[in-house]
């Protein structure tokens, strides 16, 4: 695998942004009795092969946001760019397709199937969208899986693997229809925090070598400083994270 | 469609128990519905064999004269009333008024132009006495040429001694029953007295077992010209026997015959009325219990259903994450519906030949050596289809609910409650 990453460490943003919002609000219980506007306006970039930190306090509205920027969920008002395409233009099909093409989630939990086993739960993007897995599609997932060193536990379903295995999982099953953007709500929650390190150290490796734009929430400091770029939300609104070194 | 299917396989596969009572909910009912079916059908079958085996299914005879009275009737008879148990004034009045259908030839012809009329055949028919020593028993005599009578009646089948095709114009055919309560054998001779008053020996040709008690005790065949001369009726014959195609088709066709023939026209469903009915009851009644059948199935079906998707609902919205489409969901769930159906079917279709199986191999009580099954079983591959069928039918229409549910579900909802 290839590293895109310049002698710098961090790449130097390309022309256009994999993501881009503008204006973006998003209003919950909307014609209801008290209708309450999580998002203010949030204006928000990410390039390809950067790894944005997104912090906050609960309730602040990453997920609202992480929600919106994978097309799950739609703004009330402002733009949603993703490479290039406007998802209000978009229908539930479309929507759908987009996800599947362009976009990986990593939730909390992982998510994996129970009835299907690692591989075939990494695998599980592109048999939904294929169908079934051509040689080269399982050829990557498993490169993929001894990138994050799952590959002894090819066959193993998710209730035989380990937390951090099964996040891991989850990671490359994100990646293996080679979006361009991965989005991760905070992905190391759940783990313990020997386990979360590695998880995160492998994600952002790994969104470097593959050249996506990465954007995680995560509560943790010490995770958002080892980021290309922090950022955090407050009172519905974007800023640059301030975080001392140390 | 492969991802459906895979995953619809999965689902079902690793649902353990819920998909074994979904597989036997259906399975029980295909059971039960090829179970009933078959059943009644096989009883309604042995029902109209055993009565309509002797019966023609239209008979065609030449109107009835003017009515007289009871009076007028009674005077001209000549039968002793003490050893008639059974004179009907009915009976007399038929036998009195003598109304023969003349050149039935040409009239057999017509009738065998109708569409659905599979056999004509003409015969005297009218009533008598047999004598045998003292006994003086009163029986039904019918004289037809065996060949075509025979495709009437089918009472070769049913001889149990004697021969009945091929008998002379000295011989008479009669049931068991009436040889017992006569006291003749085979053989033996008897004499016959009509209520023309003409009377004859005859020799007991042969013995038949209908299984239909009226006919074994009462009824007596012989050729077509031994009962001319016994009913004193020249070449003429009394009835025009027609059996159809479909026996159900009787009052259709005998209203069709009325249409174009000067003759009365009586058709089996009516002067067995009864029967028809019971058929008809039986019919809704079985209907009833296959709908009652695929509707507890489809509800079952239908709520193991909804308590899957529900728990899969995390899943659903995940894979709706990955890309997957509302339709790919709808047919995941749809899929599983089929699935099992298909499995229930076959294990239906299993269970239910098997207890077919069983209840054929249970024997009638035997009879003159003839042993009879209890139960006339006609494996029908249209009601086993026809099982399958509803009950596929019936198992997607219960998994269309929860397929819709699951496929619009809102992925953000779900991967939201944690
Ligand atoms: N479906 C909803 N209806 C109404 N309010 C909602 C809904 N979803 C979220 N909210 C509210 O929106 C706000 C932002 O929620 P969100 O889940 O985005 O926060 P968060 O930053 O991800 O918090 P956490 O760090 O605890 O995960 C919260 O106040 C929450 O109560
Ligand atoms: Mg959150």
């Known amino acids: ?246 | 469609m492969r991802f459906e299917a895979k995953l619809a396989y999965r689902h079902l596969v690793s649902g353990g128990g819920q998909t074994l009572l979904t597989v036997a909910a259906v399975a029980i009912a295909v059971t039960v519905i090829i179970f009933i079916n078959t059943l009644i059908t096989g009883v309604q079958q042995r029902i109209l064999k055993d009565l309509l085996g002797q019966l023609a299914h239209i008979n065609i005879k030449a109107p009835n004269p003017a009515p007289k009275t009871l009076s007028d009737v009674m005077s001209k008879t000549e039968a002793p009333s003490g050893n008639a148990p059974f004179f009907s004034t009915d009976r007399q009045k038929q036998v009195q008024q003598r109304n023969d259908i003349e050149n039935w030839q040409a009239t057999e012809k017509n009738l065998a132009q109708f569409p659905g009329v599979r056999v004509v055949a003409s015969a005297v028919r009218g009533n008598a006495f047999l004598i045998a020593g003292s006994k003086r028993l009163g029986i039904t005599v019918s004289g037809a040429d065996p060949i075509s009578e025979e495709k009437i009646v089918g009472l070769q089948a049913n001889m149990i001694a004697g021969n009945w095709l091929g008998i002379g114009p000295e011989d008479v055919v009669i049931g068991w029953r009436l040889a017992e309560e006569a006291g003749v054998q085979l053989g033996d001779r008897v004499r016959l007295e009509s209520s023309q008053g003409v009377s004859a020996i005859y020799r007991v040709a042969g013995i038949f077992d209908t299984g239909n008690n009226n006919v074994d005790l009462s009824q007596a065949f012989m050729t077509l010209r031994s009962a001319q001369s016994l009913f004193a009726m020249k070449q003429d014959v009394s009835v025009i026997q027609l059996k159809l195609n479909d026996p159900f088709q009787a009052n259709i066709i005998s209203d069709q015959i009325v249409a174009t023939m000067p003759y009365k026209v009586d058709s089996w469903m009516r002067e067995q009325a009864f029967i028809v009915n019971a058929f008809q009851s039986q019919d809704s009644t079985r209907l009833m219990i296959c709908a009652f059948a695929l509707l507890a199935s489809a509800f079952g079906i239908a709520s193991v259903l909804i308590v899957s998707v529900i728990q899969k609902s995390k899943q659903i919205g995940i894979l709706k994450s990955m890309g997957a489409k509302d339709r790919q969901i709808l047919i995941v769930f749809t899929l599983e519906g089929l699935g099992i159906a298909l499995v229930g079917c076959l294990l239906g279709c299993l269970i239910g030949y098997g207890l077919l199986k069983l209840l054929e191999g249970i024997p009638q009580a035997a009879r003159f050596g003839k042993v009879d099954k209890l139960f006339t079983i006609i494996y029908d591959p249209a009601i086993f289809g026809g099982a399958c069928a509803a009950a596929i039918i019936a198992t997607l229409l219960a998994s269309w609910l929860p397929a819709q549910r699951a496929a619009r579900m809102n992925p953000v909802d779900v991967i939201r409650g944690g």
């Open chain 1, 1 to 246: 695998m290839t590293l895109t990453a310049p002698a710098g460490g961090i790449p130097a943003p390309p022309a256009t942004p994999i993501v881009q919002t503008t204006g973006l609000r998003k209003t919950y219980g909307l014609g209801g009795p008290n209708p309450v506007e999580v998002l203010h306006g949030v204006d928000l970039e990410a390039y390809a092969g950067e790894f944005v930190a997104l912090i906050g306090q609960s309730g602040s509205g990453k997920s609202t946001l992480l929600n919106i920027l994978g097309a799950l969920d739609t703004p009330t008002s402002g733009r949603v760019l993703i490479d290039g395409v406007d998802i209000e233009k978009l229908d539930s099909n479309g929507l759908a397709e987009l996800r599947g093409q362009k976009i990986g989630f990593v939730f909390q939990f992982h998510y994996l199937l129970d009835e299907f086993t690692c591989l075939e739960n990494a695998l599980m993007p592109v048999t939904i969208r294929k169908g079934a897995p051509d040689p080269a599609d399982t050829d990557y997932a498993k490169r993929l899986l001894a990138r994050v060193g799952l590959e002894s536990q090819l066959n193993k379903r998710p209730g035989q693997m380990s937390g951090g295995q099964q996040q891991r999982n989850a990671i490359v099953r994100a990646l293996v229809n080679k979006p361009k953007l991965v989005l991760a709500d905070e992905p190391t929650g759940n783990l313990d925090s020997r386990s979360g390190a590695e998880v995160f150290a492998l994600m952002r490796e790994i969104a470097h070598e593959t050249g996506v734009a990465f954007i995680m929430v995560t509560h943790d400091d010490r995770l958002a400083r080892a980021a290309d770029r922090a950022l955090r939300i407050e009172d519905g609104l974007m800023h640059d994270a301030q975080l001392g070194v140390g």
